[in-house]
């Protein structure tokens, strides 16, 4: 089961990654920002298959070996899990440095060929396009929160119920693998770190429906598109990661109060439903905001280059930019969004939570 489990995240965790770059934003290629109409570039075609190529055969080998390993050497379920874990590190680290590779090459063609040159480089606003965005509203987000408040407080009323040792995590079995003595705060901890996870969703939804909606000069249409696709889908699927995050927090809360109610499948089956759907709901996701922008660009306008922001964005990862009000924009390589780390808010939305949980564990 655990060398199932592996495979299956590694699986769609590659298919994830060799997909990457045919599901980024059009005129955005390795994190580098190519006029409309150098999109179609060969030499920017070839980088993308190179890429797909290499990701999808170094995978490919890797998988092989681990599950010829697992079959010929019956390892234990803590070495299956140590080394599946760092194949899957060992195919991150390797996208990315492939990433950094054909970052370096764009960047390098984008210059050698002076793409910019002789092109106007333009802003656009659409001020009625914030009355067709979809987002959810932020006040749905509370509804799990209000759960977890009710789990604390039958924690509460329950407290003579717990057990001595108090469950602090769980086997990929199902099964508790460590445990802390019970406490006041040791009882709700596991409650506090889900309401902390929470506020968390809560504060990046509020933070990218604040953000601006950046559209392109050259394809308006579908870049509109794309932005509201985006927005609408990625509120749906943190909605959705909150809700079974409360769904399987609690659930192993009432275990650990009545360990008599749930035992045996119900324990392992949670878990692994959990990760299924988050990895459908993630996939979709990726799916319909990557195609958003593909089709029918209709609208491709010559002489002019979207604004030219690249000196913002440190390796086409990370974006920093002080004049820039947004707290979150899109990925320039993946699908989702990244922090401005130039708005000093979007610390408080990521970090706050996080330390407060470090501060809960040690209490």
């Known amino acids: 089961m655990t060398l199932a489990i592996f495979l299956m995240i590694a699986i769609i965790l590659v298919g994830i990654q060799t997909a990457v770059p045919y599901l980024v934003k059009r005129t955005v290629i390795f994190g580098i920002t190519v006029p409309e109409m150098y999109v179609n570039n060969e030499t920017l075609k070839s980088f993308k298959k190179k890429y797909t190529l290499l990701v999808s055969l170094f995978s490919f080998v890797a998988l092989a070996g681990y599950l010829l390993w697992a079959i010929f050497n019956t390892p234990t379920e803590e070495q299956t899990v140590l080394v599946g874990t760092l194949i899957q590190f060992g195919i991150i680290l390797l996208s990315l440095s492939l990433y950094f590779y054909f970052h370096a090459k764009t960047l390098q063609l984008k210059t050698k060929n002076n793409w910019a040159e002789n092109l106007k480089q333009v802003k656009i606003t659409d001020l009625s396009v914030r009355s067709q965005d979809e987002m959810l509203p932020w006040s749905i987000y509370l509804l799990p929160i209000i759960i977890t408040f009710g789990v604390i407080g ?175 924009v899109e990925k320039r390589f993946g699908v989702g969004w990244s922090l401005n780390f130039g708005n000093p808010i979007g610390y408080f939305i990521i970090l706050l939570p996080l330390l407060a949980i470090l501060v809960f564990s040690f209490m």
């Not at 249409?221 to 399987?248: D, G, N, P």
């Not at 905001?289 to 029918?296: A, E, F, I, L």
């Open 154 to 328: 039958y924690t509460v009323l329950q407290y003579d119920l717990l057990p001595e040792q108090i469950p602090t995590h769980w086997g990929i079995n199902g099964e508790a693998d460590a445990f802390t003595e019970k406490t006041p705060m040791s009882a709700i901890l596991m409650p506090l770190t889900l309401l902390m996870m929470q506020l968390m969703f809560l504060g990046i939804h509020v933070g990218t429906k604040k953000s601006g909606i950046k559209l392109s000069a050259t394809s308006t249409s579908a870049s509109r598109m794309r932005q509201l696709t985006l927005r609408k889908y990625s509120s749906w699927l943190m909605l959705l990661v909150s809700f079974l995050l409360t769904v399987m927090f609690s659930f192993f809360q009432l275990q650990t109060i009545h360990p008599e109610l749930f035992a045996g499948a119900t324990m392992l089956a949670t878990p692994i439903i959990f990760l299924i759907v988050v990895l459908v709901g993630t996939i979709t996701f990726a799916i319909k905001v990557g195609r958003s922008d593909k089709h029918n660009v209709v609208d491709t306008k010559e002489n002019i280059a979207d604004f030219d922001d690249d000196s913002h964005w440190k390796g086409g990862l990370i974006y920093l930019n002080r004049q820039d009000p947004s707290i979150f």
